[in-house]
């Protein structure tokens, strides 16, 4: 069994950044694949970065390339999504995600997820 506690969101003005973290814990998390996903009001939940259990493969949906990085900490547990130059789009609540094996994109695919954590880009 893995848990998953996010933290980092926020309020934050359009351009600003955030950081958002999620702590892992479980007998075997640091082999697990993890993932970031959002989910806007009224919309499906949409995925935003994934990441290999080796830290080494990183994936990205278009809304966050060139925007967002994904990365993570074996040692200390945890994943990372840095969020730059954020836009009021960009709002939503931010979900990790984690799967045994190989990295997905698609959210079907992630057996453990965290309760989310709330950002809000104002413009």
């Known amino acids: 069994q893995v848990q998953l506690v996010e933290s980092g969101g926020g309020l934050v003005q359009a351009g600003g950044s955030l950081r958002l973290a999620c702590a892992v814990s479980?007998?075997?998390?640091?082999?697990?694949?993890m993932g970031w996903f959002r989910q806007a009001p009224g919309k499906e939940r949409e995925f935003v970065a994934a990441?290999?259990?080796?830290?080494?493969?990183?994936y990205y949906g278009d809304s966050g390339k060139g925007r967002f990085t994904i990365s993570r900490d074996n040692a200390k547990n945890t994943v990372a999504l840095q969020m730059n130059s954020l836009a009021p789009e960009d709002t939503g609540v931010y979900y990790c995600?984690?799967?045994?094996?190989?990295?997905?994109?698609?959210?079907?695919?992630?057996?453990?997820w965290g309760q989310g954590t709330q950002v809000t880009v104002s413009s």
């Open positions: 995600a984690g799967r045994p094996g190989t990295t997905a994109t698609n959210d079907d695919s992630y057996n453990y």
């Open positions: 479980g007998r075997t998390s640091n082999t697990y694949a």
């Open positions: 990441i290999s259990w080796s830290g080494r493969t990183t």
